[in-house]
């Protein structure tokens, strides 16, 4: 039986308990929300969460997901104006498959709001007939009735709704070359629509006949040089970032959580919430605002192979973060209209980043928040490589818990370094590869995607061995359910617990020990449970389920109403 024997001492329970970390796992996502200072001002361009995994719908494993999350904390009630992107900003998902810790292919993404200008007569006609007085007035709402639409035309009773256009960058900002997406059906369309927020039920009807008009913007699109076509999605979707975020960051005060048995197996440890004194998600009643892809695998494999000595082409690692970028100058207009509330130019500065989860919001220290944010993957090692090598956070625990027996782990951490700036030894690092913090997936065929009822919250964590300090040894263990080798840290699927994770690498040596002794920290979130039950894993998801198990894999978002 596998033991999770962190508390060898009443002294060392105590701590963990007053730190309100335990030692159980429940679902619980990480992301970045508000993570920098200068981000708080521009929360239209804040990256909250990236994912990417092979897809896990049926008939879909020759395929990579991505999805980008912006605008966190979107409150439901949002309203008249709700949330919408810049159409001032650049918006961009990166992809390194040659493992040199720069971007390869870059899609980019770009906004536009429409105004429909819908008026209405005021006073109202009288059995049919206007006053003499009637003037039509531009409505203050952004809808005038229930909305319709098929993604194709303008939604019905709109009066405004948002468009978009994607372009494939390869190569650098500089030298490289760019290139439409197009509707695969037709190539003359390249730009596509946005589905309104959901307002409320007045305005759409049920969460699943919303979750109908909102697929109606799921578009085949031809990516040039791909043979095969890919799919996106841009629109909003119900937060599954989960965690105790206010108390969390009170200093981590959280009373009243329980701790795990100790010889508890991993697995069932997993499946038990007795212990929790919180089974909910703070923020769960909020959203973002997502944009997915999903393309063909061969598209998106380099050079890159992992190190295990296999052939390139037998598996592949592909890295991948997010950015939004606005114009280095801006001049408020005077005599601001819709289109034009500002004057805007310059070259893009990049002022939002996000890769590998909670990073810049847990590791970097404040001063350099705004320049992480700023920079890329290839100049992370000059830069922060301090961060992550001689961890400050556990340093904090100490300081705070110390005296309640918690010790911080030894230094330097070259587990962290593995997790997020190389990659893992076996699991996706890149023979040969530069440093640089980042998703990275192997994509190997052999990592057969599982559906969401039999994903393991700890994903590949689960697969680490512990024998080696510096390089983590993985494990394949193809009978072994606390081993699925397609979740976090290779890739991030929307149900991986990486705050769990992250807490139990950084805080017990999670990478370094060896299987029998592993402790899986938690900070007393169970979301587990119930997005699994979003979707019955033993039916078929139609289009008229929330159908977390289908593309584009968020659930459908909260309404007003």
Not at 385 to 409: C, K, R, S
Request: proline share 8%; glycine share 10%.
């Amino acid at each position: 039986m596998r033991n999770r024997a962190l508390i060898k001492s009443g002294l060392i329970a105590a701590a963990l308990s007053a730190l309100g970390i335990s030692l159980l796992s429940h679902h619980a996502g990480a992301s970045s929300h508000r993570e920098a200072p200068f981000i708080t001002k521009n929360p239209k361009v804040d990256s909250t969460d990236l994912y990417l995994f092979k897809s896990y719908e049926a008939g879909r494993a020759a395929y990579v997901t991505l999805i980008a999350n912006y605008m966190p904390l979107q409150n439901q009630n949002g309203g008249p104006n709700f949330f919408t992107f810049d159409p001032e900003a650049l918006y961009e998902i990166h992809i390194d498959n040659t493992g040199d810790a720069k971007q390869d292919i870059t899609f980019q993404f770009r906004f536009q709001s429409n105004l429909v200008g819908t008026a209405l007569p005021v006073p109202p006609p009288v059995g049919g007939v206007p006053a003499a007085n009637t003037k039509n007035v531009a409505i203050p709402l952004i809808n005038s009735g229930a909305v319709s639409g098929d993604g194709a035309s303008a939604p019905v009773n709109a009066n405004v709704f948002e468009t978009y256009t994607v372009q494939v960058l390869k190569g650098d900002a500089a030298t490289g070359t760019t290139t439409d997406v197009t509707l695969n059906s037709n190539p003359a369309i390249k730009t596509f629509q946005k589905p309104l927020d959901y307002i409320g039920q007045k305005s759409f009807g049920s969460p699943a006949a919303y979750e109908l008009y909102a697929r109606k913007h799921i578009f085949d699109v031809k990516l040039d040089g791909c043979a095969t076509p890919a799919r996106v999605f841009v629109g909003q979707r119900k937060e599954t970032f989960a965690v105790n975020l206010g108390v969390i960051f009170d200093l981590v005060n959280v009373d009243g959580l329980g701790l795990a048995a100790v010889n508890q197996p991993l697995g069932d440890a997993l499946s038990s919430k007795s212990h929790r004194a919180d089974f909910g998600n703070p923020i769960g009643n909020t959203n973002i605002t997502s944009i997915a892809l999903e393309v063909p695998i061969t598209c998106l494999t380099g050079t890159a192979s992992a190190a295990t000595g296999a052939a390139a082409d037998a598996n592949k690692v592909i890295g991948a973060w997010q950015t939004a970028s606005v114009r280095q100058a801006r001049v408020i207009n005077p005599g601001p209209t819709f289109a034009k509330p500002t004057v805007e130019g310059g070259a893009w500065a990049q002022v939002s980043r996000l890769g590998f989860p909670l990073v810049n919001e847990a590791v970097i220290g404040l001063k350099d928040k705004d320049k992480f944010n700023s920079s890329i993957p290839s100049n992370d090692l000059a830069s922060f490589a301090d961060y992550v090598t001689n961890p400050t956070l556990p340093a904090l625990l100490q300081i705070l818990f110390g005296a309640a027996g918690y010790a911080a782990p030894p230094v330097p951490r070259d587990d962290i370094v593995a997790a997020a700036i190389t990659g893992v030894s076996g699991v996706n690092l890149v023979v040969g590869g530069a440093a640089g913090e980042m998703q990275r997936l192997n994509v190997n065929p052999a990592f057969v995607p599982r559906p969401i009822a039999t994903q393991f919250p700890l994903g590949a964590a689960g697969c680490f061995l512990g024998a080696n300090v510096a390089a983590p040894t993985y494990g394949f263990l193809a009978t072994d359910p606390n081993c699925d080798p397609n979740g976090f840290p290779n890739g991030r699927r929307p149900l991986d617990d990486v705050t769990d994770v992250i807490l139990s690498v950084v805080g017990a040596n999670f990478l370094r020990t060896p299987l029998a002794d592993k402790t899986v920290l938690h900070d007393g979130v169970a979301e587990e449970a119930g997005f699994r039950a979003i979707v019955a894993p033993a039916t078929t998801p139609t289009a008229s389920s929330p159908a977390v198990e289908m593309f584009p894999y968020l659930p459908t978002p909260n309404g007003g109403t």
